[in-house]
């Protein structure tokens, strides 16, 4: 089993900036592609941006150019970084984990961990 856990929400302003961890416990072995979600109040979980264990990126449209996701597999952490935060952007913000596929994926149903989630909130 893998445990994931999320850091790093908060309150920001609108225009401002948060950086989300995603530590891994357990059979880290078994983490490949990560990838992060949110699920605004009220609406589905939608897909934000994934890595696959080499460093493939792939990015949701609507975030490309403002949000970096990245890796450490020594610290078998996720990142996020979030910049120029949007008020509609504000939700619970989730990381996934695949276990036997190593390429990034934008279905959440394809993915077999999830961490509890950390509430982002940017305030117009």
């Known amino acids: 089993q893998v445990q994931l856990v999320e850091s790093g929400g908060g309150l920001v302003q609108a225009g401002g900036s948060l950086r989300l961890s995603c530590t891994a416990s357990?059979?880290?072995?078994?983490?490949?592609?990560m990838g992060w979600f949110r699920q605004p109040v009220g609406r589905e979980r939608e897909y934000v941006a994934a890595i696959g264990r080499l460093g493939i990126r792939t990015y949701a449209d609507s975030v490309k150019g403002r949000f970096t996701i990245s890796r450490d597999n020594a610290k078998n952490t996720l990142y996020l970084q979030m910049n120029s935060l949007k008020p509609e952007e504000s939700s619970v913000y989730y990381c996934?984990?695949?276990?036997?596929?190593?390429?990034?994926?934008?279905?959440?149903?394809?993915?077999?961990?999830w961490g509890q989630g950390t509430q982002v909130t940017a305030s117009s």
């Open positions: 996934a984990a695949r276990r036997s596929n190593s390429w990034p994926s934008s279905r959440a149903d394809e993915y077999d961990y």
């Open positions: 357990g059979r880290t072995d078994s983490t490949n592609a």
